[in-house]
């Protein structure tokens, strides 16, 4: 018997998936180890998996599929559509099917958890297209349990709110990235569940990396500036906390919002996962948090930082 939504009693850790496989973007991990990582997260309790089609050229969902065996009831899938294991960007309404059953074969699964619109445009997300009544057919159909959007930014956010009617907001936030919760009690009010992607700015907010670090893969992103910027804050964070390794501060910190249901760091290794495993029950305490607030307010919302 397949569980609903209600029934999956969502752990407010998630794993972050884009790293399985990932060797290109984020450094080696064979598949193996990714299926071994998954079957441990799992078995330590995590039961949220934030994937798409698009990671790894679909080794991501392949990965979680051949990892979850028999944990299937016990496991949350979520996927996305919009960008295809091919390298594709296509947002067709018309390819939401063939999408979805590509999924479903590498997760191994005949049903998703949830569908969310891998950072679709403002016309989407403003409700000018048939895309939500489409997914509203494929949830009485049962193929999907819920959907909704993966976005980066408050605009996309207000807009969201605005304009559709979705399950769930997947959005960017963390320390460096505050604006989005200004609308978190607005969604939660909506009934939509948030899940927030890059809690640690990409590794940031480990207090791991300074100005002198050098990054390979998706992380090169970065020039000479917004390193110097970066290492800059992660030291006042450390001043704030009074310590070198921040982890369970910046996972706090997006938890410490009561609205949020899941965050999903991206997980490369088992010292990763036992590392948040282990900080699950951290709370972080008020005053720590209101000085990341103002941190936020003083020295980067008028001059944001670049993703
Ligand atoms: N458009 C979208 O929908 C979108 C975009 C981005 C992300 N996401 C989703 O959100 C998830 C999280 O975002 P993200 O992975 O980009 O960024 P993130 O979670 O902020 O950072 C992940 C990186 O931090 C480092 N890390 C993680 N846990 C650690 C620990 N305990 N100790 C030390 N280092 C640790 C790892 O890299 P190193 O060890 O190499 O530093 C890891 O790759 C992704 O996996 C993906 O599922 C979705």
Do not use: C
Request: glycine fraction near 8%; charged fraction near 30%.
């Amino acid at each position: 018997m397949k569980k609903n939504l209600k029934e999956k009693k969502l752990n407010r850790l998630g794993f972050g998936s884009w790293q399985l496989g990932n060797t290109d973007f984020w450094g080696y991990m064979s598949i193996d180890e990714g299926i071994e990582l998954v079957r441990i997260a799992i078995k330590k309790g995590i039961n949220f998996f934030d994937t798409a089609p698009g990671y790894a050229a679909g080794l991501s969902e392949s990965i979680i599929g051949s990892a979850i065996n028999d944990q299937r009831e016990n496991v949350f899938i979520s996927t996305k559509f919009g960008h295809t294991a091919d390298g594709e960007t296509d947002f067709s309404v018309f390819s939401l099917k063939e999408q979805i059953y590509d999924s479903l074969e590498r997760l191994e699964t005949d049903y998703l958890d949830s569908l969310l619109l891998h950072n679709p445009g403002m016309d989407i997300l403003e409700g000018n297209t048939y895309h939500f009544e489409e997914l509203e057919k494929l949830k009485e159909e049962g193929l999907i349990k819920a959907y909704g959007v993966s976005i980066d930014t408050f605009e996309e956010f207000r807009t969201v709110l605005d304009h559709v009617n979705v399950d769930f907001v997947e959005i960017l936030f963390n320390i460096f990235f505050q604006d989005a919760s200004e609308l978190f009690e607005e969604a939660h009010q909506k009934g939509i569940k948030i899940i927030v992607k890059v809690p640690l700015d990409s590794g940031w907010l480990t207090g791991k990396y300074d100005e002198f670090s050098e990054f390979e893969g998706i992380r090169s992103r970065w020039d000479d500036e917004t390193i110097q910027r970066r290492a800059a804050l992660v030291r006042e964070i450390k001043d704030i906390t009074g310590a070198e390794v921040l982890t369970k501060y910046a996972i706090g910190f997006v938890l410490s919002y009561p609205e949020v249901t899941v965050v999903i760091p991206g997980i490369k290794n088992l010292d990763q996962l036992n590392d948040h495993i282990e900080n699950s029950t951290y709370i972080l305490s008020s005053e720590i948090k209101q000085k990341f607030i103002e941190l936020y307010q003083t020295k980067i919302k008028d001059n944001p930082l670049p993703w």
